[in-house]
């Protein structure tokens, strides 16, 4: 099992930046695919962003292309996601989660992934 604690949310002005950061512990990192996703009030869990174990492939939401980079360094087990030009509608509470041995696959489906963090609020205002 690998935990997973998620930092870097809060509260930021529309067309500012903001960056996440996931950290792991608990088991080998570097064979896991990883994801951001992110969830609104009353609305899905939605897939913002993966990376490959290695970092080769990157996928990001139709929503976030252009404006949001997703980056890891395995030897610190941290994932990053760098978020520029916010909106209002990028407000929600953002997961991290990993999907076990996934190598070069990059899921966008909530349930291949197998751990995930708490959570952190990101709030954008207009």
């Known amino acids: 099992q690998v935990q997973l604690v998620e930092s870097g949310g809060g509260l930021v002005q529309a067309g500012g930046s903001l960056r996440l950061s996931c950290v792991a512990s608990?088991?080998?990192?570097?064979?896991?695919?990883m994801g951001w996703f992110r969830q609104a009030p009353g609305k899905e869990r939605e897939f913002v962003a993966g990376?490959?174990?290695?970092?080769?492939?990157?996928y990001y939401g139709d929503p976030v292309k252009g404006r949001f980079t997703i980056s890891r360094d395995n030897a610190k087990t941290t994932v990053l996601l760098q978020m520029n030009s916010l909106k209002p509608e990028d407000t929600g509470v953002y997961y991290c989660?990993?999907?076990?041995?996934?190598?070069?696959?990059?899921?966008?489906?909530?349930?291949?992934?197998?751990?995930w963090g708490q959570g952190t609020q990101v709030t954008v205002s207009s």
């Open positions: 989660a990993a999907d076990y041995g996934s190598y070069w696959r990059v899921s966008k489906i909530v349930d291949d992934y197998d751990s």
């Open positions: 608990g088991r080998t990192f570097n064979r896991d695919g």
């Open positions: 990376i490959s174990w290695t970092g080769g492939y990157t």
